[in-house]
């Protein structure tokens, strides 16, 4: 992840363009993507989809013809959607579309005009305040013309046609945590699924502009989604090494909900729970009141709640590989707990099955639960899932009744199926 991660950095992306594409083309290298081009000009709802924007260079000269800031170094340095302009302008002028943080002076900030024509540059506020008066010649070449905005898809078949959606962004410049680390984290988790034998449900992956990705999606997709999406992820802010954050689905009491409550509370990890917000990523177009979809936000640090947050700070140190595997490790923890919380019915559910008569009745095996305080033994779960085997209770509702981990539980459920005493609905 971390790999993908570190060749994803330095290209410029945008909400379209040639950075995009070349993004996609490299996740299409480890998964299959398939890219669908949306035309400039198309109407989505409130929404029109915007000219296309590409940039070659860009840069500020000072009067002895050094490059006192330059596109190539960083390309946070320009306002991204920044139309082209050449020409030489006095510190005064310039100032006017500069921008930095004085609270933050080391750190150049992540700026975007994509609606409004304008041009601008970004630099730390340290360097503003280092600017002499004299004239500085700019040059920014880009070019905004019709084109198209461009989303990638990967989607693997599951027994129903019942969908789990993971949707992250791709329209970040080089940024790390905000962005990148959700597109390598949806392409492992892609890995990690496809591996999976009988995958209950089937899985679609996105991978889209912010904001108006999803809605161009909603827009020609939503019909479909409205219909088969169970559950689904937003994945963002993931690689760096703070305690998880997880914002509900607008329902608040989705499975999902309920899933990712159950993983933390088995994992030893850290997680605070947010309701559901209607500003953040794009849970925020999903769950709009006609779609409605349940889809969470499982993050480590919260966009736009910590420092490095939409500024050059949020880099490759920043992010660590450690970070990353330890989410994965979490989100597949959610991922394997929805394909197992089945309900069950007993084949014949008078009084209990003869448990030694099916070489169950285990004297000696213990299985610890999750904090070793007592040790329950395989015996005492086989009797709560013979008894709750009632079509009514899903493995979670079982699990959570004994204390014990779903995986845990899910290993034994598996080995009543396979004597035919349960049999999942
Ligand atoms: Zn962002």
């Not at 990967?154 to 019942?162: D, E, Q, R, V, Y």
């Not at 904001?211 to 963002?236: D, Q, S």
Request: hydrophobic share 35%; proline share 4%.
């Amino acid at each position: 992840m971390y790999k993908l991660l570190k060749d994803l950095f330095p290209i410029c992306r945008s909400i379209t363009g040639g950075g995009n594409r070349q993004t996609l083309k490299m996740l299409n290298q480890e998964i299959p993507i398939k890219i669908e081009e949306f035309q400039s000009g198309t109407q989505c709802y409130d929404w029109t989809i915007p000219d296309e924007w590409n940039i070659k260079e860009a840069y500020i000269e000072n009067e002895t013809g050094t490059r006192i800031v330059d596109f190539q170094d960083n390309n946070l340095h320009v306002v991204n959607y920044s139309e082209p302009v050449n020409g030489t302008f006095s510190l005064d002028e310039l100032k006017s579309h500069i921008y930095s943080i004085p609270e933050k002076p080391e750190l150049i900030p992540y700026a975007t005009s994509y609606y409004k024509r304008d041009w601008g540059f970004c630099m730390s506020h340290d360097q503003l305040e280092k600017l002499k008066p004299g004239n500085y010649n700019i040059l920014i070449d880009s070019t905004i013309r019709p084109g198209s905005l461009t989303i990638g898809e990967a989607f693997l078949n599951g027994k129903s046609k019942k969908e789990v959606l993971i949707s992250s962004y791709i329209c970040h410049p080089s940024m790390a945590n905000d962005s990148l680390s959700g597109v390598v984290l949806a392409v492992q988790i892609f890995k990690h699924l496809f591996m999976l034998k009988n995958r209950r449900y089937s899985y679609r992956f996105v991978f889209l502009p912010e904001t108006i990705g999803a809605i161009v999606y909603l827009f020609h997709h939503g019909k479909y989604l409205k219909k088969y999406v169970h559950a689904g992820l937003v994945l963002t802010c993931l690689g760096d090494p703070n305690s998880f954050n997880y914002k509900c689905t607008r329902q608040g009491n989705h499975e999902l909900d309920e899933i990712v409550k159950h993983v933390f509370k088995h994992s030893g990890h850290e997680c605070a729970f947010h309701d559901f917000f209607p500003y953040g990523s794009d849970e925020r177009q999903y769950s709009s009141p006609g779609f409605n979809l349940p889809i969470g936000s499982l993050m480590r640090s919260i966009y736009g709640r910590f420092r490095e947050y939409h500024t050059s700070g949020d880099n490759l140190d920043f992010v660590t590989e450690d970070a990353l595997n330890e989410s994965f490790e979490i989100y597949s923890k959610v991922f394997n707990a929805l394909e197992s919380n089945k309900r069950y019915m007993r084949d014949q559910p008078y009084c209990e099955p003869m448990l030694a008569k099916y070489n169950l009745h285990d004297t000696v095996g213990y299985i610890d639960s999750n904090d070793n305080k007592d040790a329950i033994t395989r015996t005492v779960i086989l009797k709560w899932l013979l008894n709750y085997s009632d079509g009514e209770h899903s493995l979670l509702d079982i699990a959570n009744k004994i204390d014990i981990s779903i995986d845990q539980l899910s290993v034994v459920a598996g080995q009543l199926e396979e004597k035919g005493i349960i049999y999942s609905v």
